[in-house]
């Protein structure tokens, strides 16, 4: 229940900041306008989340742009570990 109260309190923030493009339709789970949410936006919001937990960094502070890459990379099968080695190899030292 504490978590469905503190979605409703972060819906409330939501209308008001977009305003007219808010489409009220009484959900419990809504994309930030209020329509439906798409299955695979949620897949993919559920996948983001898992590869950052699995790297040891916080889902709740955001997600850097370097996260799609490695989402991307890993949805297509290639193993964590050579993710890993092609993400040292990219990053200046």
Known sequence: MDALKVD?????VTKKAVDES??????????????????????RSFRTVLVLKKAGLNPLNGVPREMRHISLLSD????IEAI?????????A
């Open 8 to 12: 409703r309190e972060r819906r409330e």
């Open 76 to 79: 297509s099968g290639m193993p």
């Open 84 to 92: 890993s080695r092609r993400s040292a190899i990219a990053t200046p």
């Open 22 to 43: 808010w489409q009220d339709n009484d959900l419990v789970f809504a994309s930030k306008v209020g329509t439906e949410l798409d299955s695979h936006n949620v897949r």
